[in-house]
Structures are given as C-alpha cells and as structure tokens.
C-alpha cells in the first residue's frame, strides 16, 4: 500500500481489530502486583458506589456527553461473581462527561 492509496471503511476496521488484539494480548503482560482483579464488593469500597451502580456500569455501561456507551470490562467467573482489573476501573472512572445509560430521571419542582 502506498500514500497515495485511499483506506477503505474495510481496511480501517481490519486495523482496529489488529490493534484490539495486540492490546487484548498485552493485558496479562501489564497486570502485576498494582494491577489485580477486584471483586464487586472491593470496586464498592473503592469508588464509593452502590451494588447496583457497580453492576449497570458492567451490564449496561454509562453513557458520555456525547450519548457513546461505555461499559466497565470485567471477567465473569459465575453468574453473578465479575472481577475488574484495578486499572480498567481507573480508566472507566477518567470517562469524561459521563451520565448513566439508563432511563432518565425527570425532577418535577413543586411551588
């Protein structure tokens, strides 16, 4: 391919999943002793968050400003038991503009 070749929507997205598994691969190369799965209740004591917050974050995700989607990844090892890496959460948390992805709630003022 040369500079003068125009990148197709095709070649763009044979990038991003080339790129997305050498990331994917480099993830147990960066855990270490900092970096270690928390469990539900240490994300709880962590951030301050509810349970339930916790659980939409990975479920449905939060959404920024501009109504993107972002969900918190983590590793499922049963049903209901997910772990997150320590540095996936700070990265999720750095999220600019973000609101939940769930319904809004309407405030009705009174007087």
Known sequence: MTANDLLTVGHLNDFK?????????LKPVLANSQDRYLTIQEIIDFT??????VRS?????K????????KLEAEQFSPSNYRVLRSTLI???K???CIPAGPKKT???SG
């Open 48 to 53: 301050g968050h509810s349970d339930k917050t």
């Open 95 to 97: 999220i600019k503009g």
């Open 17 to 25: 999943l080339e790129i997305k598994g050498m990331l994917d691969g």
């Open 57 to 61: 974050w990975i479920k449905e995700g």
């Open 91 to 93: 990265a999720f948390g």
């Open 63 to 70: 959404k920024d400003r501009f109504g993107k989607v972002y």
């Open 107 to 109: 405030i009705n003022k």
